[in-house]
Nanobody
C-alpha cells in the first residue's frame, strides 16, 4: 500500500511563502505523474502543479505560474512545492497525489490519480 504524507502547511500573511513536502512510502509506477492539488470550500479540486517521471516535465496552473515551483527528490521519494507571494485566494487544503501514466499527457487531471495524501491546510490572510 503506497502512502503519501504531506507536511508544511500553515497560516501566513499575503505575500509570504510556504514550502510543502510530500513523502511517499514508495513510487508504485516507473512512469507516473505526481502532483499538488488544492480544494477550497465549495470549489472543485484543481491541479496546482504536477511533474512527470521520467523526464521531469511540469505543469503549472495559470493562477500560480511564476509564484510556485514543484520539485522532487527521487532518492528520498519526496515531492516539494515552494509557494511564494501567496495570496488569500491560495487558501485551500493542499493534497499531493500520484498516478501511473505512460505519457504524462493528463497529469493535470485529478481523475488520473489513484493515490492521495490526507492533505495539509494552507491559509493566507490579507
Amino acid at each position: 500500500q503506497v502512502q503519501l504524507v504531506e507536511s508544511g502547511g500553515g497560516s501566513v500573511q499575503a505575500g509570504g511563502s510556504l514550502s510543502l513536502s510530500c513523502a511517499a512510502s514508495r513510487y508504485p509506477y516507473s512512469r507516473h505523474c505526481m502532483g499538488w492539488f488544492r480544494q477550497a470550500p465549495g470549489k472543485e479540486r484543481e491541479a496546482v502543479a504536477t511533474i512527470y517521471t521520467p523526464g521531469g516535465s511540469t505543469y503549472y496552473a495559470d493562477s500560480v505560474k511564476g509564484r510556485v515551483t514543484i520539485s522532487q527528490d527521487s532518492a528520498k521519494n519526496t515531492l516539494y512545492l515552494q509557494m511564494n507571494s501567496l495570496k488569500p485566494e491560495d487558501t485551500a487544503m493542499y493534497y499531493c497525489a500520484t498516478g501511473g501514466s505512460l505519457s504524462g499527457v493528463y497529469c493535470d487531471l485529478p481523475g488520473w490519480y489513484n493515490v492521495w495524501g490526507q492533505g495539509t491546510q494552507v491559509t493566507v490572510s490579507s
